[in-house]
C-alpha cells in the first residue's frame, strides 16, 4: 500500500468511525431540529428551555470525555505498575504481618514506626505462643522500616529449632507507647494480574497487594 492510500485509507476510517459522544450529539441535534421545526406558532419553545437542553448536552458530553481520560490514566497506572511488580519477583520484601521463619540459624523480619522512638521491643514466640526470646532494639531517631535478625537464640540459652514462629512488637517514647507494626519478610514467587491491579505471591505469606510493601530487601 502507498503512502497515498494509507493516509486516504486512514481518513476514510476515522470519517466512518464515529464516538458514542459524537453519535449522542447528533442525536439530541436532530431531534431539537425536528423539535423545532413541529413546534406549535402558538406555543413555540422558549429560550430558557433550549439552554436548558443544551447544557444538558454539554453536562453528558462533559462526563463522557471524564471517563475516557479516567480510563486511559487508569490503563497506564496498571501497566506501569505491572512492570514494577514484576521486576520484584525473586526479591524479598516486608509487609505486614507476624510471621518469622527461621531456616538455617536465621530469620529476617521487621518493624514499621510512625516516629522516632527511645524504646522499641521485639518478643518471639514459639508455636504456642510463649515468648521464647526478647530482643531490646533500642532507641530509633526516625519513622520508617526498621529490619533485625534473630539467630535462634533464647532466652534459655539454647538455639531454636528451624521452624516457624511469630513475634510482636512495641514502641515508645517518653514512657508512653506508641505505633509499631510488626513487618514479615518473604520472597516474591510471582504475580497475579487482575482488575484492581498487581498482587505479589509472597512465600509463606501468601498473596499481597502491592502498596502493601514497606520495603525492597
Known amino acids: 500500500m502507498s503512502t497515498i492510500d494509507a493516509v486516504t485509507s486512514g481518513a476514510t476510517a476515522a470519517t466512518a468511525k464515529k464516538t458514542t459522544t459524537q453519535e449522542s450529539q447528533d442525536r439530541f441535534l436532530k431531534l431539537l431540529v ?14 430558557a428551555e433550549v439552554t436548558s ?7 453528558v458530553t462533559g462526563i ?22 514484576a521486576g520484584l519477583v525473586g526479591h524479598a520484601v516486608m509487609i505486614p504481618g507476624n510471621k518469622l521463619e527461621l531456616s538455617s ?8 514506626l510512625t516516629q522516632a522512638v527511645d524504646k522499641l521491643t521485639v518478643k ?3 508455636a504456642a505462643g510463649v515468648v521464647i526470646h526478647t530482643a531490646e532494639l533500642g532507641a530509633q531517631d526516625a519513622p520508617g522500616s ?3 535478625q534473630w539467630d535462634g537464640a533464647t532466652d534459655s540459652g539454647v538455639k531454636a529449632p528451624n521452624g516457624s514462629y511469630t ?13 509499631a507494626v510488626a513487618l514479615a519478610v518473604g520472597q516474591v514467587a510471582s504475580v497475579s494480574l487482575g482488575i484492581q491491579g498487581a498482587t505479589l505471591n509472597v512465600v509463606g505469606l501468601g498473596p499481597v497487594s502491592l502498596s502493601q510493601v514497606k520495603q525492597i530487601l
Do not use: R
Not at 437542553?53 to 453536562?59: D, G, K, P, V
Not at 463522557?64 to 481520560?69: C, M, Q, R
Open 64 to 85: 463522557e470525555k471524564l471517563n475516557e481520560t479516567v480510563k486511559v490514566l487508569s490503563d497506564s497506572f496498571l501497566a506501569g505498575q505491572s512492570l514494577q511488580a
Open 53 to 59: 437542553q443544551m447544557a444538558q448536552l454539554s453536562t
Open 167 to 179: 513475634f510482636a512488637v512495641t514502641a515508645e517514647q517518653g514512657g508512653k507507647k506508641v505505633d
Open 34 to 47: 425536528t423539535q423545532m421545526k413541529n413546534q406549535d406558532p402558538l406555543n413555540p419553545l422558549d429560550n
Open 124 to 126: 518471639i514466640k514459639d
Open 146 to 148: 526498621i529490619p533485625f
Open 105 to 112: 540459624g536465621a530469620a529476617y523480619a521487621g518493624v514499621d
